[in-house]
């Protein structure tokens, strides 16, 4: 017989050969959590091994299904499953009603994280003078706006391999590294760096619509954080907490100060220093703590760093008919009559289905410069309001003789050839547009749109760019 101490319940258990340590628990009165019957179909009755880990049986492939996607470490284990070759001494880490019923993995489709301490870089991005910008727009204006610049900046995020964590009003905060993402520091910064493009892309639209700049910061820190998966009720997210947190949040707040944009730790500068380009640097010290810290104003990834970015994350290309063909989705994932937005490097592309032909085209109006079509989902429909009053489509329409009405100043452009048809009939006598009259006489600014060929192939829908 072998010794076990159990923490917190400071008894001491006595195991036989071949019994688990839940069933010696059991056997001695603990009150020993054991949701799913000790079959291992859930992780309530683990324990941390504070001594004696060399004493414990291997893994079985029961306790492994658990573990390893709850991430245990190897003092961690089930219970159920364990069994001992020498004295041990233990905490149970199920305790009450409370804990079994957050971490009883029995009714749950998707495993959490149990916490572990992973070394990431985490990204916090802010809309400079947001109060005073909310103050000037409608509620559903509001609303309207930050929904728009989440969908870009989370589109952004994602596709370089972040983590979104939460949107704290109108920041946003998302982690890179959590899953062993390679290059997650070099990735957080090209996040970075496509956000900023992202929110200057908004600018012509704020500025036409609402009469307002818009801007934002962001921060980014590289250090350890405890990451887990947190719940309340029935929703569970997958979250980081510490002082890398903290830290990221605050240098993105030292943007205002530094009238700055991008500026990253020097934890995370010595992990990309020859990747990226710098215009400068500060020396601050930043809220709520005592040294100074040297923070890093990032403009962009090295052409090589960006190069190697592309050729890893970059859309199949192919050489044919003389042309560079970039390949998008399969040639069935856009529906007859539906439209799809890309985002390619340098601008937006729109995909255009009408039967077995497809028309794609830059997503942007050449007289207003802003976007044909929102970048939304499809389900969403709806109208926006100009400064003026007019209700606007969220949405351009395609005809049914091939012609694309724009929905800012109803030109319809002819999607094969992309000459317009009839050129902004709303106008004014003087050739500008009401309510938009600063903007002088468009009348004569007849700039066609410029079709790009379309092809299917092996399955796949190509369009060329050169």
């Not at 628990?25 to 019957?37: E, Y």
């Not at 390679?182 to 493009?197: C, F, N, S």
């Not at 592309?310 to 390949?327: K, V």
Request: charged share 30%; aromatic share 8%.
């Amino acid at each position: 017989m072998h010794k076990i101490a159990c923490l917190p319940d400071k008894t001491q258990l006595s195991i036989g050969e071949g019994e688990t340590i839940l069933e010696a628990s059991l056997r001695a009165g603990v009150p020993h959590a054991h949701a799913c019957g000790g079959r291992a179909h859930c992780s309530t009755c683990r324990v941390w091994i504070l001594e004696g880990l060399e004493h414990c049986s291997e893994r079985s492939e029961l306790e492994r299904a658990i573990a390893s996607p709850l991430r245990f470490g190897p003092e961690v284990r089930l219970a159920c499953q364990t069994k001992v070759s020498g004295d041990l001494k233990l905490r149970r880490l199920v305790l009450d009603e409370t804990d079994l019923e957050i971490t009883s993995q029995l009714a749950k489709p998707n495993l959490g994280r149990c916490g572990e301490v992973r070394t990431i870089a985490v990204l916090f991005c802010d809309i400079r003078d947001f109060t005073n910008l909310s103050q000037h727009l409608s509620p559903y204006d509001l609303m309207f706006v930050l929904n728009r610049y989440f969908f870009l900046m989370a589109d952004v995020i994602e596709r370089n391999g972040g983590h979104i964590e939460k949107f704290i009003g109108d920041a946003i905060m998302a982690n890179f590294g959590m899953d062993d993402t390679p290059d997650a520091p070099l990735h957080a910064i090209k996040a970075a760096t496509d956000m900023l493009g992202a929110a200057d892309r908004m600018k012509p639209y704020m500025k036409e619509m609402y009469g307002k700049d818009f801007a934002v910061g962001i921060g980014l820190h590289y250090g350890e954080a405890v990451i887990g998966t947190v719940s309340g009720g029935r929703e569970a997210r997958l979250t980081a907490i510490g002082e890398t947190v903290n830290v990221a949040s605050r240098i993105e707040s030292a943007n205002k100060d530094a009238g700055t944009r991008l500026l990253i730790s020097e934890a995370l500068y010595h992990q990309v220093k020859d990747q990226v380009e710098v215009s400068d640097f500060i020396r601050v010290r930043l809220r709520g703590t005592d040294e100074r810290m040297s923070l890093y104003e990032v403009i962009r990834l090295t052409p090589e760093a960006e190069a190697r970015l592309r050729a890893r994350d970059s859309r199949e290309t192919m050489r044919f008919a003389g042309r560079q063909w970039i390949r998008l989705v399969g040639h069935d994932e856009i529906g007859d009559g539906e439209r799809r937005v890309f985002e390619l490097e340098g601008f937006d592309l729109v995909v255009l289905r009408k039967g077995e032909r497809y028309f794609a085209f830059n997503n942007s109006c050449p007289h207003l410069h802003a976007p044909f079509f929102e970048k939304r989902d499809l389900a969403e429909t709806g109208v926006i309001k100009t400064p003026t009053g007019r209700e606007v489509p969220r949405d351009s329409r395609l005809t049914d003789d091939l012609g694309l009405v724009c929905r800012w100043h109803e030109t319809c452009f002819d999607v094969q050839t992309g000459e317009a048809r009839n050129w902004a009939p709303r106008l004014q006598a003087d050739g500008t547009s009401k309510g938009w009259e600063f903007l002088g006489d468009i009348s004569k600014n007849r700039a066609p749109i410029k079709p790009l060929p379309c092809l299917v192939k092996d399955g796949f829908l190509w369009v060329a760019l050169g």
